[in-house]
Every structure is written in structure tokens, then in C-alpha cells.
């Protein structure tokens, strides 16, 4: 016999320290490829190296755990592996800045002395967010983690960069491409945002050669005109058909221009004539592909004017604007200026103007891998939840353009190409030559720039398991089993991840993806750090507790809706935590004295309340584990809130205390039905709340009487439903009749003002014989929870009972002595009346199109909860009102 007495409250903080590191060093999380059983595999999204924890990553973390944590109880043999980017743009930023604060920059410091620092940047930052998820409880086997950069990693990268330069879906071209003159880079289409600006249309006028005439055309950069090789007009537009073919006079420049026809033209914007420089527009640069036209740059890697732009010559573009506005200004070359509005490209690191620029970069062919990629999806090899994001992943891959996957970047995958200082032949090499293959030349120079981040991470699902090798990782656990991750990097990683594992491997690398939801805040605003709404949750951790936190996320993350967070959710789960502390200590100590382990009890010869619990326990795991198998974690989230704080604590545990007190073989049938209930429900919350449920199991678990019971939750066996229902289909609805009955005696009693301890009279009327038989079975338990002084079934208690109706019986409470009907009907009609005026006011605020359409996000989000507050409050009213208003 034991006697254990569990502590007043839950210390959450010390729980999370001691049983986290209890399951590492025990190594619970650790994966083992010769292990036999079915295989549930998931590589974590790998944060970059930068990262601060926040809401997103706590949210896809958490609900990674909770499927991780439920296979891992279900026998899977579960691989969860974790790791991090080294995110080439977003870390050398971040690494430049902190070098400019001591008056220093890269260039002074030279390419090895800078990758270094970055290197020492990565040793004292990059395992922060690491240590953060640890924190939240994440189950991963930290033993495998894995950086982008490790050598490995960075093995498969150069072997899949050679191998499809050779198949000829790697090359090298000239191309007009994004570029950053901040970060001076190229930069993919994904790497840049639009916003739209307020700027200018310029109207300005170019003198034909033949002096003529002129024709004017409209722009939104003047400065770009420095390069222009041509005007351009639709051939249909009657206006410039004499013009077809006559050659204009550059304005600023002096160059001779041709007038060309071209169908893409557009003839109702600006004048109708278009400049055309095919080296900084990329509209441009296709129609001079089509009519051979001249390229001439005049932007330099940092967007200042160069050689090409004559007298402008190292002027910002900013300030070539402004002169060459005020140059034609006085050649009477300006016809007017407009406002204009309209939409720019902005580096999605920096913000700054993206410069469209003609460069020679490094691409890949990605027309026949995506087309892979759209069939797998289509056959069901791989499949997104929810479902409708596959026509995101759709319309991007069957719009796609071959990727630019070279950065003029010091920080990444250098690109293991070399060229000969001889004879400038280009070697692709997994090593290093020592010669030139051509002219046994031996001075060969590699390229100076490294692969875009998301080449190397689109490998991460099978270079982390040892690809190209065959590794028993890799055979093991690969395609993996799901990918979980924001709907934001669909396109920058989910796509790529397809396109290179159908191509390397002929399989894809996961056969499920979920797609999380966007987390806001209260008031359904998008968290960004410029509104100031941004949560941490390493505060929310030490404020809630790591279990409430992921409850509360796991709660929220319904299929397709946003999360919308407040601090009202994470304080609820908080108390929900602490409703489950309690129900442990009312069990514990309802186990003094009792034997360990509790030897089972024949369920036969249990009561119906026993019997019904059981039957509830059977239904939440069946329902937990369809939805977790589903991904919907909401669903699963929900149906245990239900069944632990409803069913179990609510219910249960008050019918149970008379039998605990009965002694015998009663309180030996109750004792062990609390025990083992409650060691299944801790079992099916585990996956959700690890560590309150690790401390309680820890002291309930010697009384299980179970063969090769685990020593910890997070190898226990994951609870399985019953073979036979404990429950007769008459017996549910026996027991559904008694809570519904006692619900509506409750409610009868607060709008009566019976105090809570008082026992009152209460009349069921179940209008036949079987309603009134039925009831013998579960009179004792109303009697209990609801404290009824006497029954009369079938029979009025005359003008003082207040009715409610349920479907089956009408259940009626008898008012106090002294209760006045109208008094009490005056005071509810005043309180409906008040209700309703306000509903009305927020209705009709939420129906008036300028209120809605002028109104901030924050208040209009504001009206309408109320609204649906005063709404629930008056349904209230209204039903008390009638219910008072049958006395009448």
C-alpha cells in the first residue's frame, strides 16, 4: 500500500526542466533504423540560424509533437529530426549589421575572415531556437540535428549541382533577373514582395531623326531612358503607322533609336508609345529578344549610374532621376507630369527597390520537374490538408520560370564550378581541379558566388538522412511521412522539395502536407513587430506553462481559419491544467489505503455511472484518434476538453464520491474505474500536454495493474478502444436523460435563486410509463448532483414549479417561499429590453457599408464579437423570460 499526496498546485516550470531532460538522457526520442514496426517519419522545417522563437514556429512545433508523441505511443517506429538553415541573405545581413555597429563591413575584412564571423555568428546564435523548442517539449531525436552547412549535407548539394549541370538542367546564361542593390545579389521572383507607391508618369518627348516631329511617350522611370534601343508601338494604333520604321533622336544621349511595331503594345497606356530598354525592364527584354535589340546597362551592382550613362556617370538612380528630369525640362523635352500610382518590387530581407538587371547568373530547367511534381500530387502520391491549397501549389508550378539559383553572396554553398585563367574554360566539379582539362592550365579560380538558400533546403528531407549514400536511415524512413509547415513557403520550399526528390530519388519526399494556419492576434490583425502585437511565447511559456501553450495552439488550429490568440485561450488551458491537478489529488486521495496495483473489476458487475464513463472513455479515444489521423488537431483538442473536464471531472467524479465513501466492493469498483480512467485519459492528453500529464501519470502508475507497464508516458502504450461497448444502447440514453435533466434542474435553480447547498422539489413529467421507469435508474445520481430534496414523477406541483422542456420530459423546479413571479418577470424584461437595445445599436453598425468600409480592422472585429456576446446573452434572457412567463 501507498500513500502518495500530490503537491497543492503544478509547478509547471519545474515539471518541464526535469521530466524534458529525464526523456533525453533516457533517450525516448531516439530513432533506430533496425527497429522493426510500421514507420511514421517527419523532418522538422529547419529555422534559420537568425531565429527567435515565435508564435508560427511554436505553433508548427506543437503540432508536429502532438502526432510525433501519439505514433510514437501507437508503436510506430518514429523518427522526428531536427535542424537548422543557414539562411545565405537573411544571416549575412544580420552579420553585416552587427560588423557596421563597430565601423566595419565584409569588404574590409575579406571573403574567408567574414565567412568566420559568420561561423562564430553561428556558434553563438544558431542553437538558440533549438533550445527554445526543447523548451516547448518537442520530442525530437536531438541526437540526428543538422545544419545546412554540415558536410554531409553540403556533400549532396554539390553532387546534385554537378550531376544536373551534366544532364544539361543546370546552365549559365545572361538574363535579366531581380537584383538587390542592398544586399547586392540576384534575387528568385519568391525573394521579392510588391507594394504598390505613389510616383509619377513622365511625358516626355523624342525628336524623330529626320527632325519632323517627335513622338512622346510615358514613363514611370526616367532614368532607365539613358539605355533605351528602341520606341515602340502597337502596329493596329493608327496614330504611329507613318512612324514604323523611321529611327528617333535619344533625348540626353544623342543615339539614333529605331521606331518598331510590336502586338504586345499597349495602346491605352500613357500615349501609346512605349521606350523600350531590354536591360532594366523585364517586359522589355522580351520584346528585344523578338526584334534583336541592343542591351546597354546604365545601373551598376549598387543602382548607381555607370559608364554607359554618360554625364550621369556614378549618380544614385534616385538622383539621375532628378537630373534628368530637370535636364529635359529645359531641352522643352518635358511634356507634363502626372501622378501615378503603382506597384514595385522590394527585397523581402531588406525592403529596398528591387533593380531589374541584366546578368549572367546560374539556372535550372524546372519546367519537366514541376510537371512531376503537379502528377504526383494529382495521383495522390502526395497530398495537402487542407486540400484546397493544392491549387496554390498548382497554379505556381504551371506558371513557373527556371530558377535563378546563383547569390553574389559570401555565406553558403559555394557553386563548385572553376574556370581557367588561360583559356577561360568552365570546369563543374564535385573537387577542385588541379588542371585545366583543356589547356593543362593550373591556375583555376572558382566561382565567387554560392547557391540560393532553398537549393540546399529543398534536399533537406533526403540529404538529412544521408543521401546520396545508402544509408539505413535513407531506406528506412524515407519518403518521410508528412511535412507540416506555413502556407507562406509553399512555393520557396514545399514545390522545390517535390521538384528534386522526384528527380533524384523517383519518389516523393512526404505523402502528406499540412499547411498551418496564420497566427494573429485578439483582434484578427497579422502579428508583425512594426503594429507591436508580436507575443513571444517563451513569455507566454513562463506565464501559462509550456502545456497551456500548446493546448491552447492546438485548440486554435482548425483546418483553413487563422488562429486568433488571446490571452483569455491561454489562461482557459491554464485552468484546464489545473482542473486536471485537482481531479489527481481528489483521485489520490481517494486511494489511501487501497492495494498497489488495484486488481481489475469485471465491468458487468459495475453500476451504470461506471459503466457509462467507461463507455464516454471508449467513444474520446475513438474520436481522438480519427481526428489526430486526420490532422485535425482542433477536433482532438476539443473532444478531450470535453470528455476530461465534462464527463470525467464534472460528471464521474461527483457520482463516484458516494461509492468512495461506501466502502467495499463499491469503493473498490470506484477506486479502480478512477485509476484506470484516468491513467487512459492522461495517455490520449500526453501527445498535448507532456509534462503535466508525465507528473500525475508518475504517481498513478503504481496502481496499474498492467504487464510490462512503461516507465514513462512517452513510451506507454497509447490507449486502444474497448472490444465489447460497456454500455446497452437503453443505458446511453438513461444516462444522456440524467444529465439533461440535472442541467436544466441547475440552470432552474440560479434563475429560482436557490443557494447552492439547498435541496429543492422537482417534478418530471415524462409522459408515459417508460419515461417514469427509465428514471429509477438514474434517480440516485440526480438526487446527488443536482441536491433534490424529493421527486414527483408524473405528477404538477402546482402554480410554484418553473418548467423546463427537453425533448423527452418536461423537468420543473418549485420556486422558494416568498418567490414573486412578477417581480422577478419585471426584472428580467428590463434586463432583455437593455440587452436587445444594444444588440440592435452593434447590429446596425455592423449592416452600415461606411462604417464597414472606413472602420479600422480592430473595430470592426470589436463590434461584432460584442454583437454575438449581446446575441448569446438575450437567447438567455429570453428562454428565463418564457419559463417565468408559463407561471403567469
Not at 593550373?442 to 544521408?466: E, K, N, R, Y
Not at 476539443?638 to 461506501?662: G, N, R, T, V
Not at 417508460?770 to 438514474?778: H, L, P, R
Not at 480592430?858 to 437567447?875: D, G, I, N, P, T
Request: aromatic share 10%.
Amino acid at each position: 500500500m501507498l500513500t502518495v499526496d500530490l503537491p497543492k498546485t503544478f509547478d509547471s516550470k519545474s515539471a518541464e526542466e526535469r521530466w524534458f531532460q529525464k526523456w533525453i538522457d533516457l533517450g525516448y526520442f531516439k530513432a533506430d533504423p533496425a527497429r522493426e514496426g510500421k514507420v511514421f517519419s517527419v523532418v522538422i522545417p529547419p529555422p534559420n540560424i537568425t531565429g527567435q522563437l515565435h508564435l508560427g514556429h511554436a505553433l508548427n512545433v506543437s503540432l508536429q509533437d502532438i502526432i510525433v508523441r501519439t505514433r510514437r505511443m501507437q508503436g510506430y517506429n518514429t523518427l522526428w529530426l531536427p535542424g537548422t538553415d543557414h539562411a545565405g541573405i537573411a544571416t549575412q545581413n544580420a552579420v553585416e549589421k552587427n560588423l557596421a555597429k563597430d565601423g566595419k563591413d565584409r569588404h574590409l575584412l575579406g571573403r574567408d575572415a567574414f565567412v568566420d564571423r559568420v561561423w562564430q555568428w553561428r556558434a553563438t546564435y544558431g542553437d538558440r531556437i533549438m533550445n527554445q523548442l526543447r523548451r516547448l517539449g518537442a520530442s525530437c531525436d536531438w541526437s540526428r540535428e543538422r545544419f545546412t552547412l554540415d558536410p554531409g549535407l553540403s556533400r549532396a548539394v554539390t553532387k546534385v549541382f554537378v550531376d544536373l549541370y551534366k544532364q544539361g538542367l543546370i546552365y549559365r546564361a545572361k538574363r535579366l533577373i531581380n537584383w538587390c542593390p542592398r544586399c547586392e545579389t540576384a534575387l528568385s521572383d519568391l525573394e521579392v514582395d510588391h507594394k504598390d507607391v505613389a510616383g509619377s508618369l513622365w511625358y516626355i518627348r523624342y525628336p524623330l531623326a529626320d527632325a519632323t516631329g517627335s513622338i512622346t511617350i510615358a514613363t514611370t522611370r526616367p532614368e532607365t531612358m539613358l539605355g533605351d534601343t528602341a520606341v515602340a508601338v502597337n502596329p493596329g494604333d493608327e496614330r504611329y503607322q507613318p512612324y514604323v520604321g523611321k529611327t528617333i533622336r535619344l533625348p540626353l544621349m544623342g543615339r539614333e533609336i529605331k521606331i518598331i511595331a510590336d502586338a504586345a503594345i499597349d495602346r491605352e497606356f500613357g500615349t501609346g508609345a512605349l521606350k523600350v530598354t531590354p536591360a532594366h525592364d523585364p517586359v522589355d527584354f522580351e520584346l528585344g529578344k523578338r526584334h534583336g535589340l541592343e542591351q546597354i546597362a546604365v545601373l551598376d551592382g549598387k543602382a548607381r549610374m555607370n559608364e554607359n550613362a554618360g554625364a550621369y556617370r556614378g549618380l544614385s538612380r534616385e538622383d539621375a532621376r532628378k537630373q534628368i528630369v530637370k535636364d529635359l525640362e529645359q531641352a522643352e523635352l518635358l511634356e507634363k507630369i502626372e501622378p501615378y500610382k503603382h506597384a514595385v518590387g522590394v527585397c523581402s530581407r531588406c525592403d529596398t527597390i528591387v533593380e531589374p538587371m541584366l546578368s549572367e547568373q546560374w539556372f535550372m530547367r524546372t519546367r519537366e520537374m514541376a510537371d512531376r511534381a503537379i502528377e504526383a500530387v494529382r495521383k495522390g502520391d502526395t497530398t495537402f490538408h487542407p486540400k484546397f491549397w493544392e491549387n496554390t501549389f498548382f497554379s505556381w508550378l504551371e506558371n513557373i520560370h527556371d530558377w535563378c539559383i546563383s547569390r553574389q553572396l559570401w555565406w553558403g554553398h559555394r557553386i563548385p564550378a572553376y574556370r581557367c585563367a588561360r583559356c577561360e574554360h568552365l570546369i563543374v566539379a564535385a573537387e577542385r581541379p588541379s588542371r585545366c582539362p583543356q589547356c593543362e592550365g593550373s591556375d583555376i579560380i572558382q566561382d565567387d558566388d554560392v547557391l540560393d538558400t532553398w537549393f540546399s533546403s529543398g534536399l533537406w528531407p533526403m540529404s538529412t538522412l544521408g543521401w546520396p549514400d545508402d544509408t539505413p536511415e535513407l531506406r528506412r524512413y524515407y519518403p518521410t511521412s508528412l511535412l507540416l509547415t506555413g502556407f507562406d513557403i509553399i512555393f520557396f520550399w514545399v514545390a522545390r522539395m517535390m521538384m528534386l526528390g522526384l528527380e533524384l530519388t523517383d519518389q516523393v519526399p512526404f505523402k502528406d502536407v499540412y499547411i498551418t494556419p496564420l497566427v494573429r492576434d485578439e483582434l484578427g490583425k497579422k502579428m508583425t513587430k512594426s503594429k507591436g502585437n508580436v507575443v513571444d511565447p517563451l513569455d507566454l511559456m513562463e506565464q501559462y506553462g509550456a502545456d497551456a501553450v500548446r493546448f491552447t495552439l492546438a485548440q486554435l488550429a482548425a483546418q483553413g481559419r487563422d488562429v486568433i490568440l488571446s490571452h483569455d485561450r491561454f489562461a482557459a488551458s491554464r485552468a484546464f491544467a489545473n482542473k486536471i491537478w485537482n481531479a489527481a489529488r481528489f483521485v489520490m486521495m481517494n486511494l489511501d489505503g487501497a492495494p498497489a496495483p488495484i486488481a481489475k473489476v469485471e465491468i458487468p458487475k459495475l453500476g451504470l455511472a461506471e459503466r457509462w464513463i467507461l463507455s464516454r472513455l471508449d467513444g474520446t479515444i475513438r474520436e481522438v484518434s480519427r481526428a489526430i489521423d486526420a490532422y485535425e488537431f482542433n477536433i482532438a483538442a476539443m473532444k478531450l476538453y470535453q470528455f476530461i473536464w465534462h464527463e470525467f471531472c464534472d460528471w464521474y467524479i461527483e457520482l463516484s464520491k458516494e461509492p468512495l465513501k461506501a466502502g467495499g466492493e463499491r469503493q473498490v469498483a470506484a477506486r479502480w474505474l478512477l485509476v484506470n480512467v484516468f491513467d487512459k485519459m492522461l495517455r490520449l492528453l500526453h501527445p498535448f500536454m507532456p509534462f503535466v500529464t508525465e507528473e500525475i501519470w508518475q504517481v498513478i502508475r503504481p496502481y496499474l495493474d498492467e504487464p510490462n507497464l512503461a516507465a514513462h508516458l512517452p513510451i506507454a502504450k497509447y490507449p486502444e478502444v474497448s472490444v465489447t461497448n460497456p454500455l446497452s444502447a437503453a443505458e446511453e440514453t438513461a444516462m444522456n436523460h440524467c444529465i439533461e435533466a440535472t442541467e436544466a434542474i441547475n440552470s432552474l435553480r440560479s434563475l429560482l435563486g436557490w443557494h447552492p447547498g439547498q435541496r429543492v422539489t422537482v417534478v418530471i413529467n415524462a409522459g408515459d410509463a417508460t419515461g417514469a421507469s427509465e428514471f429509477e435508474t438514474w434517480r440516485s445520481y440526480a438526487t446527488a448532483l443536482a441536491k433534490l430534496e424529493t421527486v414527483k414523477v408524473g405528477k404538477s406541483s402546482g402554480d410554484r414549479a418553473v418548467f423546463s422542456h427537453l425533448a423527452w420530459a418536461d423537468v420543473g423546479v418549485d420556486a422558494p417561499e416568498g418567490y414573486d413571479f412578477q417581480v422577478a418577470r419585471q426584472k428580467l424584461q428590463k434586463q432583455l429590453d437593455e440587452v436587445g437595445k444594444h444588440a440592435a445599436q452593434h447590429e446596425a453598425r455592423l449592416n452600415d457599408s461606411r462604417f464597414m468600409t472606413k472602420a479600422d480592422p480592430e473595430a470592426r472585429v470589436e463590434v461584432a464579437q460584442r454583437f454575438e456576446s449581446l446575441q448569446a446573452q438575450r437567447k438567455l434572457l429570453s428562454e428565463q423570460l418564457r419559463q417565468l412567463e408559463e407561471r403567469a
